[in-house]
């Protein structure tokens, strides 16, 4: 599971069979008691939670929209 980075004890990574040419560019988040994943095409946003509250998955929101040219970059160089 390569993680591009982590932010307030969460870890934003991608598992390593998902960059089929079906699966769409997206992160997952893990850590403090939550999980989630976010496509980051058209816009980004939230594809599914757990454990999250609503305060912290819009500050991890936001924190995939900042960083979402380095995350495409990864997912290019880990997967093409």
Not at 4 to 28: C, T
């Amino acid at each position: 599971m390569p993680t591009v980075f982590r932010y307030k004890g969460v870890r934003f990574h991608f598992f390593s069979n998902e960059g089929s040419p079906r699966e769409a560019v997206h992160i997952h988040a893990s850590g403090n008691g939550g999980d989630a994943k976010f496509w980051l095409h058209p816009d980004v946003h939230v594809a599914s939670s757990a454990g999250f509250d609503r305060r912290m998955l819009s500050e991890l929101l936001r924190e995939v929209e900042n960083r979402r040219d380095e995350i495409e970059r990864a997912w290019n160089e880990y997967f093409r």
